[in-house]
């Protein structure tokens, strides 16, 4: 099976950095994806990793180690309008299923 | 250049009733994936559609189905409504074989 894990909530200051985890458990998959979510909203898409290593784009990175079954979310200068839910999702090799993690909150501070 | 539109965007039913959920996909994008999400948790892959055949299925029932049509929109019905059904539905749109997902706003389902 696949699963995803993130940590449900984090909180960060205004213009801070921050760094949001994704564990996962699967067969094999394409990559690693990062959709953004604000309340109320549908999820936009942030980035994807298919390969192993940091994608940067602008005040977001995102990076993938497959050896160790990780990737990260880092939001740099962090924004007010960056409060919103961030969740890792893959494709599976096997059966091309695409499966979500719960999704992180992500609170900041002014 | 339009993006994922649903309709509609709101709807209350009654349990056991039917209803029929309605996506167009971004311009250019073959295929459309549906997703269910209950409050405070992430998308639950329901299943995927291209060249208008369902093409993977998530862990959902058969009260689930849907039809993609040639112009590659795609609908989603559900039979026999329960009260465990009422979510946010959201469809979401790529090329095939791609993992760059454009959502919809979703159609926020109410079954009472």
């Known amino acids: 099976g696949q699963s995803l894990e993130q940590p449900s909530e984090v909180t960060a200051v205004e213009g801070a950095i921050v760094q949001i985890n994704c564990t996962y458990q699967?067969?094999?998959?394409?990559?690693l994806s990062w959709y953004q979510q604000h309340d109320g909203g549908a999820p936009t898409f942030l980035s994807y990793n298919g390969l192993d290593g940091l994608e940067e784009t602008g005040r977001f990175s995102s990076f993938l180690s497959r050896s160790d079954s990780y990737g990260y979310l880092l939001l740099q200068e962090l924004q007010m309008k960056d409060s919103a839910s961030y969740f890792c999702a893959v494709r599976g090799k096997r059966d091309d299923k695409i499966i979500f993690g719960k999704g992180t909150r992500l609170h900041i501070l002014p | 250049d339009a993006g994922v539109t649903q309709s509609p965007t709101h709807l209350i039913k009654t349990r056991g009733q039917q209803v029929t959920l309605r996506c167009s996909p971004k311009?250019?994008?073959?295929?459309v994936s549906w997703y269910q999400q209950a409050l405070g948790q992430g998308p639950q892959f329901i299943f995927q559609?291209?060249?208008?055949?369902?093409?993977q299925r998530g862990n959902f029932p058969d009260r689930f189905s849907g039809h993609q049509f040639p112009n590659y929109s795609s609908e989603l019905n559900v039979n026999a409504l329960l009260l465990g059904d009422s979510a946010l539905y959201l469809c979401?749109?790529?090329?095939?074989?791609?993992?760059?997902?454009?959502f919809g706003p979703g159609t926020r389902l109410t079954v009472t």
């Open positions: 699967t067969s094999g998959f394409y990559g």
């Open positions: 311009s250019g994008h073959d295929t």
């Open positions: 559609y291209y060249e208008e055949e369902e093409r």
């Open positions: 979401a749109s790529s090329l095939e074989g791609g993992d760059e997902q454009y």
